[in-house]
């Protein structure tokens, strides 16, 4: 069974950085794509970026040139690298993969990690 282990969330103060990682128990050029999603307290899942197997990759506008989807092949991992964070990308960061597996897709997510932007 597949499985996605996020990490590196934290607090972190209006400005700063954080990099998440997501670590995938098996090569992630078995899933066709990857992304991050977050949820805020109160509000829906929202997409934040995402990285076709192909390598295509964007974000959403929100966070356009702040923050930054990359992976890892030899690793089986994806980050988010998130600049100039203010307070509103204050939430729980989840990472997502998507999966053809007998003719089925199927939806893995991480446990989620907590980013809190605070001063």
Same mark, same amino acid.
């Given at each position: 069974?597949?499985?996605?282990?996020?990490? $590196? $969330?934290?607090?972190? /103060? =209006?400005? !700063?950085?954080?990099?998440?990682?997501?670590?995938?128990?098996? *090569?992630?050029?078995?899933?066709?794509?990857? $992304?991050?999603? %977050? /949820?805020? =307290?109160?509000?829906?899942?929202?997409?934040?970026?995402?990285?076709?197997?192909? $390598? *295509?990759?964007?974000?959403?506008?929100?966070?356009?040139?702040?923050?930054?989807?990359? %992976?890892?092949?030899?690793?089986?991992?994806?980050?988010?690298?998130?600049?100039?964070?203010? =307070?509103?990308?204050?939430?729980?960061?989840?990472?997502?993969?998507?999966?053809?597996?007998?003719?089925?897709?199927?939806?893995?997510? !991480?446990? !989620?990690?907590?980013?809190?932007?605070? *001063?």
């Amino acid at each position: 069974q597949v499985q996605l282990v996020e990490s $590196g $969330g934290g607090l972190v /103060q =209006p400005g !700063g950085s954080l990099r998440l990682s997501c670590a995938a128990s098996e *090569s992630i050029f078995s899933f066709i794509g990857m $992304g991050w999603y %977050r /949820q805020a =307290p109160g509000k829906e899942r929202e997409l934040v970026a995402q990285i076709a197997s192909g $390598g *295509s990759a964007n974000v959403v506008d929100s966070v356009k040139g702040r923050f930054t989807i990359s %992976r890892d092949n030899a690793k089986n991992t994806v980050y988010l690298q998130m600049n100039n964070l203010n =307070p509103e990308d204050t939430a729980v960061y989840y990472c997502k993969a998507l999966k053809l597996t007998n003719k089925r897709y199927l939806e893995v997510w !991480g446990q !989620g990690t907590l980013v809190t932007v605070s *001063s």
